[in-house]
């Protein structure tokens, strides 16, 4: 099974990371979307509360959780006619991601869509599955091929690209037509910077599917909007048919949240001040390190939401790691994410105030 499995990207950026690393004040690491800042107290104390819980957690959540999640995002992302039981917490989004092909029970005589510049694991997933991979940003380039599976990532990882209205609703038309599940990945929702109004919209919202959810699941995660990636936290909502039937699969597998986790993440979904806080130190790194790209010659495309800029210096980008990590600045090379990233790099605001304003100094 590995055989048929693409090396782990950041293998082969083990030489930029001990240049980086021999910088006389130490590496600054912009590779990894990893979250650095504290998780907010109400979440911990959440956690410890439940920790005496000993007995097996509820595959599909807690009441509480899911009424959590159906008010957050109500609340949050204007997402209306959710109900319970079309949510199901996951150990992680990309435990989801990983799996979820499996999960549906494609195989070979199946094809999986993901972006032309996407995050690796949706074709991890479909490779797991057996199923083909085809990568296209717009309907255009599938002509008559039609797909089981079709993902969506708006705001992109990795160029922080917002689709539109217009494109969301033509994809999730197109799906229906074809009878295609729609996997929206949707980490980065609430990270809207440039984006012009209303902005990143959730596949779910009513002005994309007019209140229909079928055939539509959206992911979810705790990670960057609540510092929770060390939690393993997040959840898919969307159309409750199919939230069922992953249920069902996942309780046999024995696919569970944890008790205190569960906790914690009612303690995150229920508070939004702790994720406004967490939004406006992103958006303060972010409103220093992209001037300061900038300023040292990069272009940076797209980038209006998310965690990452997305740049270019119009070279290789394997050269433009390695003139970085010289500078003791660490970033991922965008052919991470697909043939068309090969002259971009992404660099993640994931990095405390000190470490950023370091990488400011260093570019300068």
């Known amino acids: 099974m590995s055989a048929n499995l693409p090396q782990f990207p950041w293998d082969t950026i083990a ?8 910088h006389p004040d130490g590496a600054v690491d912009l590779s990894v979307g990893t979250p650095v800042d504290p998780v907010a107290p109400l979440i911990q104390e959440a956690l410890a509360g439940a920790g005496s819980a000993s007995g097996y957690p509820a595959t599909a959540g807690t009441p509480r959780l899911r009424e959590s999640a159906v008010a957050a995002l109500a609340r949050r992302y204007q997402i209306t006619g959710l109900i ?13 991601i990983a ?9 070979t005589t199946d094809a999986v869509v993901v972006p032309e510049l996407a995050y690796p694991t949706y074709e991890v997933g479909a490779r797991l599955a057996g199923a083909q991979v085809l990568r ?20 992109s990882n990795p160029t922080g690209r917002v689709l539109g209205v217009d494109h969301l609703r033509k994809v999730v038309g197109w799906a229906r037509d074809r009878g295609a599940i729609v996997a929206s990945d949707e980490c980065y929702l609430g990270l809207s910077w440039d984006a012009e109004p209303p902005g990143a919209l959730s596949v ?30 997040g959840f898919v909502a969307g159309d409750s048919a199919l939230v069922s039937e992953l249920l069902a699969v996942r309780r046999h597998a024995g696919m569970m949240v944890p008790t205190p986790v ?14 406004n806080l967490q939004r406006e130190r992103y958006a303060r790194r972010r ?25 270019t210096r119009g070279e290789d980008g394997r050269e433009t ?19 068309r990233g090969s002259q971009h790099v992404r660099v993640a605001l994931t990095a405390t105030d000190e470490r950023i304003s370091a990488a400011v100094k260093r570019l300068s």
């Open 15 to 22: 030489a930029a990371k001990e240049l980086a690393g021999a």
């Open 84 to 96: 319970e039981a079309a949510v199901l917490p996951v150990i992680g989004t990309k435990e989801l």
């Open 136 to 155: 296209a940003d717009s309907l255009t380039q599938l002509g008559p091929q039609s797909a089981a599976l079709v993902y969506l990532n708006s705001p």
């Open 99 to 107: 799996w979820l092909p499996t999960l549906l029970g494609l195989d």
């Open 204 to 233: 779910l919202h009513p002005a994309i599917c007019d209140g229909d959810h079928t055939g539509l699941l959206a992911v979810h995660s705790l990670s960057k909007t609540s510092s929770l990636a060390g939690y393993r936290a």
């Open 287 to 311: 409103a220093i390190l992209l001037p300061a790209l900038r300023g040292a010659g990069f272009a940076v495309d797209h980038s209006e939401a998310g965690l990452y800029l997305w740049a």
């Open 321 to 339: 790691v390695a003139w970085l990590a010289q500078r003791g600045i660490l970033v991922a090379p965008g052919d991470f994410y697909g043939p």
């Open 262 to 275: 569960q906790a914690a993440m009612v303690a995150a979904l229920e508070d939004d001040d702790h994720e």
